[in-house]
């Protein structure tokens, strides 16, 4: 896309009854810090690639549904801050081990540490994923 964002394409998800695509945002933010949105499946080979661009800082989980990555990219990486948008609830985090600190979202504007490089809103969806 551009020199400091990457898409992640995992393929079809199989945390769903339909294999939906999923599909995660990589950005390097002004600091050299990497912000991940919606992760996805994490490989070796992915992770390798991360690792050589920066370090990833950020995990954003924005719907219950991306759950089900998330404890691999916590072991990759467990120095980086788990963020949620309200709607997902630390309850839903019981899987991961060693359950971070989550961080949630403010509603109305950028987290401190993305504030110059990203605008941010949250987007009202489904209502099962409140």
Not at 57 to 79: K, M, Q, S
Not at 112 to 122: F, H, K
């Amino acid at each position: 896309m551009t020199d400091d964002v990457w898409l992640i394409d995992s393929g079809p998800s199989r945390e769903t009854r339909l294999p939906l695509p999923t599909r995660a945002a990589l950005i390097r933010l002004g600091s050299g810090d990497l912000w991940l949105y919606a992760p996805t499946r994490l490989t070796k080979s992915l992770r390798a690639e991360i690792d050589a661009i920066g370090p990833l800082r950020h995990i954003v989980v924005p719907t219950p549904t991306h759950l089900g990555f998330v404890g691999d990219w916590w072991e990759a990486y467990p120095n980086a801050k788990l963020w949620t948008p309200a709607g997902v609830t630390s309850e839903a985090l019981t899987n991961i081990p060693s359950c971070p600190d989550l961080r949630l979202l403010q509603p109305d504007k950028a987290e401190n540490e993305w504030q110059d490089d990203l605008r941010q809103v949250v987007v009202q969806g489904n209502p099962s994923h409140q």
